[in-house]
């Protein structure tokens, strides 16, 4: 291909400005390549024609996916109206990868680059080529001057000069932003660094400058009233990010290349753009990014959730959907929520959702939970309520989503727009973030406050939605710590929250609220208590806290009968169990036995299998099982003991579940009887939710009656452990660091004080609140200060070390400290945001006397190895069928003891997720198959008991 040229277009060319002597008759150079990967051997894509796809993107992208409430704060950020605003972002999205337009980059293409040469593009030392770093560094360095060579200022404080903020959006296109640019660099950048080249290098960048100027149309800029906030230049990085993504990808570049060289004046630029807008439409539909369409006026409740039905929301319901509509002045704030176990917060939280949105201009939701299997749940609910309410993609995002198989896209028809993610969005969870209804994991949104490469993506997709925090007290000091700076960016992005709890301290509520206030500026804490039943909303614009004028009553006002049970060791355990099941064995009914360990779960379910046989329907739910098992365990446990109106709940005529804390959140379950070991009161509580949680009309309409001896209200039975004389022991060592022992004992003493009738919700918030009071009178003053102090000290740890992990407030960044906010190199894949929680994943597997390698005992699954012709790598399948049989353990010293045969296979090396995999060998033997030690632990896989761990029998 020839030498092919761009004219530069006349648009905004002022007398003085642009040197057309810098470049050959005005013209430009088209031989500077973009991209090359992919393409066809010698062909390139070149630079100019990425730069404008990139830019009309970002334009498409402004129009289409981004929401009303993004453009506003950003326009207001830049002091400019929202189409300028728009032209804007777009020229600088299409200045991204300016960088690439210097000797070394362009050097990549050896044959290209002996072109250039030959036509006076001068060559650079190798020392300075190198002193530039990547690409995206030369564009941070370039930008600026640029802007200035085009009419926009470039002096001034920094942070208030839009040409120097471009500079750093540019150069963390990439993920990762850089150090500040000197002020010197800024005026002259090539004398600083002679690597990114004068002469006609120079005028191609300019002239590039000049081009994206006349397709954007962006005003020209000096300084702005304001320093332009983190949040903004966080989400507009994001916004160049995903448009640099889009236009990419190698079939969308591979369908253009060969026009590419075609285009060759001014008219032809023009009319390249015009084609890359079809195309970026065509993307973006695709990939399922455009936003979802909001009716004018939000919907009743009852029309809302008609598909449920609703037919008369109860009265928390009521109230959010009479008052919350009054307080909402055309922006955004905190709706707080806090309501027992079973009492419609889900529903109560997607229609301040709704109400939110319109107001404020959001059109996305995103609903963070505290587990994988309470994502999986809601993601089926989320998906429920979008198809009425919001169409839109649906993307479920957790720690293991990735292994679920990426649906076919189904497009727009007479029937409706699926709800499902495209398999874009599925390609990860950074990806999925940018989906407009998400399911997902509280870690998936916590990460976002982790100084963590791409994080500018999540910021993008964060403050476009509402943002839903479920099971808000759930969470330990570290992850607690997380969520409140959270809370501070979402105020910084003017995004509302809806904020849901069963068992909310007053002070844990003040902190949520004022986190969300002080991001939003209003520094001054506020005093919140919160009702509960009820809601209170925090406006964002005011920090005024408002609370409906009548209190929120209750339909399901009950008397929770705790019967407190001090136990003597294992046997007399199993005994008082089995002595409180009597009445379900003899007459029928269900009952749920929640253990504190997986080890107890495991005993006591073996306990009643050997006593009960086959009279009752025997259920086992713990984390400790492989993926699928604990799949199926679910399922069964749903269809048992589910809403007994649903057509899939098949209610056995007696059932017992034996779990462990993974029962507590959001599995919509109800029993006759909870029998529970002790544990924090907010979790008792949260336990005793289970118990009695659907209504009498629910199973009228599904023609049961309790049993007669679980009477009219629900019951609870907390277990205990004594010591060796026969006083409560909140510290067993069976039990581990599951819980505090000074929350054990201040829950136990505050029980036994308890008229044994907890009245819900009269009773909950005063209770919840004296467990934590710091004046609690206690009948053991010394054990309780002893006990207090560990617990206060390891809370104040977890918050220090919070804070040393976390990026900085949104108010304490500025362009100085910018680069802080994507600092780290760790993977988000393989990270946890909550202390301790480390844990790897084991992967039983299964040696016959040939020395083959199952997955099960039955030696039907084989262990998956890389095929032929698969360069070394196993296949999407294959890692999915591995991560099937995968076992999450906390990780520990007895890792470091690992022998070859227990160590990752190495054919999983080069996948990262299966990095931190761990094999348990079994080896057949003539009664079975035997586990060796690993890590001088006896662990082994028992067919219905999961992981079994003897270390301590065999000490």
């Known amino acids: 291909m020839g030498i092919i ?14 040197d057309w002597g810098a470049v050959s008759d005005g013209l430009f150079e088209c031989r500077i390549w973009g991209k090359s990967k992919g393409l066809l051997l010698g062909s390139h894509y070149p630079l100019v024609c990425h730069l404008v796809d990139t830019a009309v993107m970002a334009d498409v992208l402004w129009d289409v996916y981004l929401s009303r409430s993004q453009r506003r704060v950003i326009a207001e950020a830049l002091g400019v109206g929202q189409d300028a605003a728009r032209r804007v972002v777009s020229f600088w999205a299409g200045l991204h990868d300016v960088g690439k337009a210097v000797p070394g980059w362009q050097a990549g293409r050896g044959d290209l680059a002996a072109a250039l040469t030959a036509a006076g593009f001068a060559e650079v030392s190798e020392a300075d080529a190198a002193a530039l770093g990547r690409h995206e560094t030369s564009s941070q360095l370039l930008v600026p001057a640029l802007l200035g060579g085009v009419g926009w200022g470039v002096e001034g404080q ?133 936003a979802p369409e909001l009716s004018g006026a939000a919907p009743s409740f009852t029309d809302m959730f008609a598909y449920v039905p609703i037919a008369v929301p109860n009265q928390l319901q009521a109230s959010i959907a009479e008052h919350l509509p009054g307080m909402l002045g055309g922006g955004p704030g905190l709706l707080l929520v806090t309501a027992p176990t079973g009492d419609g917060k889900t529903e109560a939280a997607l229609f301040g959702a709704s109400l939110l949105g319109r107001a404020c201009g959001t059109h996305g939701v995103y609903v963070a939970l505290p587990t994988m299997a309470t994502t999986n749940q809601m993601h089926g609910r989320l998906g429920d309520w979008a198809r009425r309410n919001l169409p839109g993609s649906v993307t479920r995002l957790h720690g293991m989503e990735w292994m679920n198989e990426p649906e076919s896209r189904v497009v727009h028809g007479d029937e409706g727009v699926s709800v499902e993610a495209t398999r874009w969005l599925r390609q990860s969870n950074r990806h999925g973030l940018l989906a407009h209804l998400n399911a997902g994991t509280v870690d998936q949104a916590l990460l976002s406050v982790l100084p963590l490469g791409f994080g500018q993506l999540r910021h993008l997709g964060l403050s476009g939605k509402t943002l839903v925090i479920d099971e808000a007290h759930s969470y330990d000091a570290f992850t607690h710590a997380l969520l409140l700076r959270l809370l501070e960016w979402c105020g910084a992005w003017q995004v509302p929250v809806v904020v849901l709890s069963a068992t909310l301290t007053g002070e844990s509520a003040a902190g949520l609220v004022n986190a969300y206030r002080s991001g939003a500026g209003h520094t001054r804490p506020a005093r919140i208590e919160p009702a509960y039943p009820g809601w209170s909303f925090t406006d964002h614009a005011s920090g005024a806290i408002h609370v409906p004028r009548v209190a929120v009553g209750t339909d399901r006002g009950r008397d929770l009968r705790v019967d407190m049970v001090t136990t003597r060791g294992a046997r007399h355990r199993q005994r008082t169990i089995l002595t409180e099941l009597k009445p379900l064995v003899r007459d029928g009914g269900c009952a749920a036995v929640i253990c504190t360990t997986v080890a107890h779960a495991q005993a006591t379910f073996e306990h009643l299998a050997a006593e009960l046989g086959d009279t009752v329907d025997l259920h086992l739910l713990h984390a400790r099982l492989p993926a699928h098992q604990r799949d199926t365990y679910t399922t069964r446990a749903e269809t048992a003991f589910g809403r007994v109106n649903r057509p899939a709940t098949s209610r056995p005529k007696r059932g017992i579940i034996v779990a462990t804390q993974v029962i507590e959140q959001s599995l919509d379950l109800d029993f006759d009887l909870i029998i529970s070991d002790l544990a924090p009161l907010a979790l008792l509580l949260q336990r005793a939710g289970r118990a009695f949680r659907h209504s009498p009309d629910v199973w009228a309409a599904a023609g049961l009656t309790r049993p007669a001896w679980a009477g009219a209200n629900p019951r609870m039975v907390v277990l205990t452990p004594a010591d060796t004389s026969g006083e409560p022991n909140f510290a067993p060592p069976t039990w581990g660091s599951v819980y505090p022992p000074s929350l054990l004992q201040r829950t136990w003493e505050l029980l036994d004080r308890h008229p044994h009738a907890i009245n819900i919700p009269g009773d909950v918030q005063s209770l919840v609140n004296a467990v934590y009071d710091p004046a609690f009178t206690s009948d053991n003053p010394d054990a309780l200060l002893a006990a207090d102090r560990d617990r206060t000290t390891d809370d104040t740890l977890r918050r220090a070390l919070a804070d040393l992990a976390m990026i900085p407030s949104p108010r304490r960044v500025h362009t100085g400290n910018l680069h802080r906010l994507t600092a780290s190199d760790a993977d988000p894949d393989l990270i946890t945001t909550r202390l301790g929680a480390n844990s790897v994943n084991l992967i039983p597997t299964f040696h016959d006397t040939d020395d083959e390698i199952w997955l099960d005992p039955q030696h039907t699954v084989p262990m998956p190895l890389p095929q032929q012709g698969a360069r070394g790598r196993l296949t999407r399948a294959q890692i999915r069928t591995l991560m099937s049989y995968a076992v999450p353990m906390r990780a520990g010293g007895w890792l470091t003891q690992l022998t070859p045969a227990q160590q990752p296979h190495p054919t999983w090396a080069t996948e990262p997720r299966l990095t931190n995999l761990v094999r348990l060998p079994h080896y057949q033997t003539a009664a079975g198959h035997e586990a060796a030690s690993i890590g001088g632990r006896q662990l082994r896989l028992d067919p219905a008991l999961g992981i079994v761990d003897n270390t301590r029998a065999t000490r």
């Open 5 to 18: 040229w761009h004219a530069v277009g006349a648009r905004g060319l002022g007398a003085g400005v642009f």
């Open 158 to 290: 920094r942070d208030r000069v839009p040409a120097v903020v471009a500079g750093l959006v540019v150069g963390g296109h990439h993920g990762r932003y850089g150090e500040p640019t000197r002020a010197d660099v800024v005026a002259d950048p090539v004398a600083a660094f002679p690597g990114l080249g004068g002469g006609r290098w120079a005028g191609e960048r300019e002239a590039m400058a000049w081009v994206l100027a006349a397709v954007t149309g962006a005003p020209e800029l000096t300084t702005v009233r304001e320093r332009i906030p983190a949040g903004v230049i966080t989400v507009v990085t994001g916004l160049v990010v995903l448009a640099d993504w889009l236009v990419s990808q190698e079939d969308h570049l591979l369908g253009r290349v060969d026009a590419a060289g075609q285009v060759a004046d001014t008219a032809a630029v023009h009319a390249w753009a015009a084609e890359s807008r079809t195309h970026a439409q065509d993307l973006v539909a695709d990939a399922g990014l455009r």
